[in-house]
């Protein structure tokens, strides 16, 4: 049989020869063939008790005794496969299944070795390929020997593997150029925009000093506009208190005789001082100043500085008993007042907590400040109903009358204008710069993130898979985030957001791990840890939570196909080749 094979190997040499096949190939075959022929020598010049594999084989040549493996007894050599079980160690009954622990051990020559329990030798049942479990003899079980078949199908099979792999080698070169394309242009882009930047912060420099310089004159205008109307408003306030304190005598001298003496305030409780609910001689004398009676211009001069906040006139007096309703302010008292609350802003200043609850719920009616602004886009927004408000609450200004302050002359109507265009031009000129801003951050944000030592991952990014089971389907978007949304419906469960790679040293790019997701009720923040493979497609293949709130995903990727291998030698070649 030897020189059958060796006739048959020589036979192919000269075949190759007749090929022109390359010398690698040729002595990969010579080497593959001595291996067959020494295996063959091997196997075949050695006889082994039945169960025994090739390497527990010389404990069992001696012809007279056997060692029980564990060393713990002795035996005569007829005594191994009687079936009686002599050693602890179940050793001396490989090939019946004497021994409770024993194992057989099945040769399968052309697939794959492998050991059973020894209780399954002879059990009616077909466990190794080779059939070499069942040989009861006459009335056994009869099993054939498939070896040959299965060691094809799974050589087969290994090659489509390798086929598999090769084509996900050839997808990952493809990734590869596309990895380094997408950073050159990330690159270029991020180079333009911030020349691009500088230029827009100039201007923006530029629009602010011009801004500053139309304000100036405006706010000096508008300033001395606004210092008139304050005088003439001052000047009525002193003249409307001139009359109310002198209304406010007449009504308190009760017998007009031009005094007011401390009887005549005993019907203001509210300058019941000590709260026993009468006003008391003492009392009146305090609020007269110490004094027996005043006459009108030291009252006007001196005590009603001192009382008016305090004092009610009778007119406005309601006892408990009076059903009248207090009167209600007039209707227009508010009427076109821009008040804080009428405007709906982004930050929302120096407001207590009640007010930012009310705040945030209008908020979340309020479709001009959704949750889809970024902040830049929110601080504008803001900006904009600020100046509005300042605006309406400047123009909708009243005095003592309730009269509007009057218009501004037309010059400064003018500089009004000419502030505004040039506030207009500046918040155009700083949007640009935010807008350029936001642009380099996003790309900086995406270039930070490591896409593997040649960009090979650049693909999976900005991608999502899914994978669904039985109760969720769960999603990985590669370098963003993993989540989990329940098949029968309901909201999505962030798992994770992207941390970092997590594969061993060697192999750092096997695995990635999110972390900080939806935390977990009386338990950890979600994380998941996403094992990766080589694979010919991107692919989510399964999603578990080995541990409550910790998840596992298996990802197979092209990315990760760093081998090509030889389909016919097994050769491997892992060189890029770019
Ligand atoms: C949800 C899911 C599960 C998780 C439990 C923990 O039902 O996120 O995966 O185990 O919450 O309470």
Avoid at 229 to 253: G, P, T
Avoid at 509 to 526: A, V
Wanted: hydrophobic share 25%; net charge negative; aromatic share 6%.
């Amino acid at each position: 049989m030897m020189f059958r094979r060796v006739e048959r190997m020589a036979a192919c040499v000269s075949d190759m020869k007749a090929k022109k096949m390359s010398v690698k190939s040729l002595i990969t075959l010579v080497l593959i063939g001595l291996m067959s022929i020494i295996d063959v020598v091997v196997t075949e010049s050695v006889t082994r008790p039945r169960g025994v594999s090739l390497t527990n084989e010389p404990f069992y040549r001696d012809s007279q005794w056997f060692t029980c493996l564990d060393g713990s007894r002795q035996i005569f050599k007829s005594q191994v496969n009687d079936d009686y079980c002599d050693c602890m160690d179940s050793s001396d009954e490989p090939g019946t299944s004497a021994c409770p622990q024993g194992k057989f051990h099945c040769n399968n020559r052309g697939f794959k070795p492998k050991y059973i329990p020894s209780s399954r030798v002879n059990d009616g049942i077909c466990d190794c390929c080779d059939a070499s479990d069942e040989y009861k003899g006459p009335g056994a079980t009869q099993c054939s020997n498939n070896c040959r078949e299965l060691g094809r199908a799974d050589l087969e099979r290994r090659q489509q593997e390798i086929i598999l792999m090769n084509q996900g080698f050839d997808v990952r070169q493809e990734y590869i150029k596309q990895g380094i394309e997408k950073k050159a242009e990330r690159e270029e882009s991020l180079k333009k925009l911030r020349e691009e930047k500088e230029v827009a912060d100039q201007l923006k420099d530029e629009k602010e000093r011009l801004k500053q310089e139309a304000e100036s004159p405006e706010k000096e205008a508008k300033d001395a506009h606004k210092a008139v109307w304050d005088a003439q408003q001052a000047v009525l306030r002193e003249e409307r208190d001139k009359q109310r304190a002198n209304e406010a005598f007449d009504e308190l001298d009760a017998d007009r005789n031009g005094l007011i003496t401390p009887d005549e305030l005993a019907d203001h409780k509210e300058f019941d001082s000590d709260g026993d609910g009468e006003v008391s001689e003492e009392e009146a004398k305090v609020v007269l100043g110490g004094v027996d009676q005043v006459i009108k211009p030291t009252f006007t001069a001196s005590v009603w500085a001192v009382i008016k906040d305090k004092y009610k006139s009778e007119k406005d007096q309601v006892t408990p008993e009076d059903p009248s309703p207090v009167p209600s302010p007039p209707e227009d008292v508010n009427e076109g007042d821009a008040s804080e609350e009428d405007l709906d802003m982004g930050d929302h200043g120096d407001m207590n907590d009640e007010d930012e609850e009310d705040f945030a719920d209008e908020d979340d009616e309020d479709e001009e400040f959704d949750d889809d602004l970024d902040e830049g886009e929110l601080m504008e927004k803001y900006a904009k109903h600020r100046a509005d408000y300042e605006k309406k609450k400047e123009v909708k200004g009243k005095g003592e009358d309730g009269e509007e302050m009057p218009e501004y002359d037309e010059a400064t109507k003018k500089l009004i204008e000419v502030a505004d265009a040039a506030r207009e031009e500046f918040k155009e000129a700083e949007k640009q710069v935010n807008d350029l801003k936001k642009s380099i951050e996003d790309i900086e944000k995406l270039m930070n993130v490591d896409l593997g030592p040649q960009q090979e991952f650049e693909p999976l990014q900005k991608q999502c898979y899914e994978y669904t089971d039985r109760e969720y389907t769960y999603k990985l978007c590669p370098f963003d985030k993993t989540s989990q949304r329940p098949k029968a419906g309901g909201s999505e469960t962030q798992l994770g957001n992207w941390g970092q790679w997590e594969g061993p040293d060697e192999n750092k790019y096997s695995k990635m791990k999110y972390t900080r997701g939806r935390n977990c009720w009386n338990g950890p923040d979600r994380s998941t840890l996403v094992i990766l493979r080589c694979g010919l497609e991107n692919k989510l293949v399964s999603a578990s939570e080995p541990e409550r709130c910790t998840y596992e995903f298996q990802f197979e990727t092209p990315s990760l196909c760093t081998t090509k291998t030889d389909v016919e030698t097994g050769e491997i070649d892992s060189h890029d080749e770019l």
